[in-house]
């Protein structure tokens, strides 16, 4: 199986080196583990992240880790370009790099430069090597934010290797009580149930969101519908959602913003109504849809809105919906959310609404948009969830400090 293993990176590699020819995020991933230098350090705390969601997510625990463990440095390490290029430069690490391909050369190699103390994985992420070396030098390894399902490889006949990684981890931090159960039933009691780290920082981002002058000056006091990280499957709904209700006002900030992307959108819209965020010192009273042509602001444009839409449901996924529901938004998302604990749960509150076509987006748009009281119902209720979830850090560093 671990000949196998060793194989599937290997072919994982050429395909994305064949990819980096024509595709720039490829292009990324192959130079950045080709050209990158790392450091000796004398002794580290480990972060490693798949993306830019997960380094959100985990970020709670990474302030937390960083504020109690001053004697130590923090390495991060990204799998994608997304996280690595938006975060490269942040001030909570001492270093940050492209988590090299896994292989046990390369594993061995870093982990004998960085030296972690322990290293603490978000969620996704299990590469063989790193966790068998961190294992062979009884280095701890943290698994934080884990969510299991029953159809993954670690519970498959064929997946004995995969399993073989989660018997290194030293301990894990998971979501909820059926990944509990998952884990225990695969001979893995190293467990803790502490929640997703997720809430905790939705809700602090919630409690001091960033002001926005120009977005408050856009609402001017009127109801304001945001959808987030839109696709263009989304973005062809809520251009038809936008044409009937003339008296909301609309915010789409897209999840691709590149310039053929961000006309793409504009010309599905009214050009008398519509403005880019880059040209908001032109903003007049008739204008009634905002397009957000750059990275950063979602987590605050939150605050401003009545209703929020989060994209994602019709490809592989939805986005954050957590991030919206913590400022007391109804979400309204796609119909691929079942791998998400919290908008199923969202669901069944009636704060969140599954949507599979332009007239289910119209119908339930409608009724949160024209019946005051059940919005102010949804929003509570969304605002309540989130609360009632805080606290995930506070487990997992109560459980690190009588270790470490």
Not at 334 to 349: I, S, T
């Amino acid at each position: 199986m671990r000949l196998l293993y060793n194989i599937g990176i290997t072919l994982y590699y050429t395909l994305v080196y064949i990819v980096s020819f024509y595709k720039n995020k490829a292009k990324l991933w192959i130079n950045g583990r080709k050209w990158q230098q790392v450091q000796q350090i004398e002794a580290s705390i480990w972060f490693h992240f798949a993306s830019l969601g997960e380094f959100e997510q985990g970020r709670p625990v990474l302030e937390a880790v960083k504020s109690s463990y001053p004697q130590y440095k923090i390495v991060i390490t990204f799998f994608s370009p997304s996280g690595y290029e938006a975060r490269k430069n942040t001030p909570l690490a001492d270093a940050v790099y492209y988590l090299p391909l896994d292989r046990a050369a390369n594993a061995r190699t870093f982990v004998n430069t960085i030296k972690p103390v322990m290293a603490i994985f978000t969620k996704y992420e299990y590469w063989y090597h790193f966790f068998n070396e961190l294992h062979t030098q009884h280095i701890p390894l943290y698994i934080i934010s884990g969510i299991f399902r029953p159809g993954q490889v670690f519970f498959k006949w064929y997946g004995s290797l995969h399993r073989n990684m989660l018997k290194m981890a030293t301990w894990f931090f998971v979501q909820d009580s059926d990944s509990k159960h998952l884990l225990h039933d695969a001979g893995i009691t190293n467990v803790t149930i502490s929640g997703d780290t997720r809430f905790d920082r939705v809700w602090a981002n919630a409690q001091q969101p960033k002001s926005l002058k120009y977005v408050a000056e856009f609402k001017n006091g009127q109801n304001l519908f945001i959808a987030g990280s839109t696709w263009p499957a989304d973005e062809k709904l809520i251009a038809n959602l936008i044409a009937q209700h003339p008296h909301w006002k609309f915010i789409i900030a897209p999840h691709e913003i590149g310039e053929d992307k961000i006309n793409s959108l504009m010309n599905l819209l009214p050009k008398e109504t519509t403005l880019r965020f880059s040209q908001i010192s032109h903003l007049t009273s008739h204008i009634s849809c905002l397009i957000i042509d750059n990275i950063g602001m979602l987590s605050s444009l939150y605050q401003y809105a009545d209703i929020a839409y989060i994209g994602g449901g019709f490809g592989a996924g939805i986005h954050n919906t957590l991030e919206a529901a913590a400022f007391g938004m109804p979400v309204i998302f796609g119909p691929k959310h079942d791998k998400f604990k919290e908008a199923k749960d969202l669901v069944k509150l009636q704060a969140g609404f599954s949507i599979n076509s332009q007239e289910e987006l119209n119908r339930i748009a409608g009724l949160l948009m024209n019946n005051e009281t059940t919005r102010h119902a949804a929003s509570a209720t969304a605002k309540k969830y989130v609360f009632e979830n805080v606290g995930a850090t506070d487990t997992i560093m109560a459980y690190m400090k009588e270790q470490h």
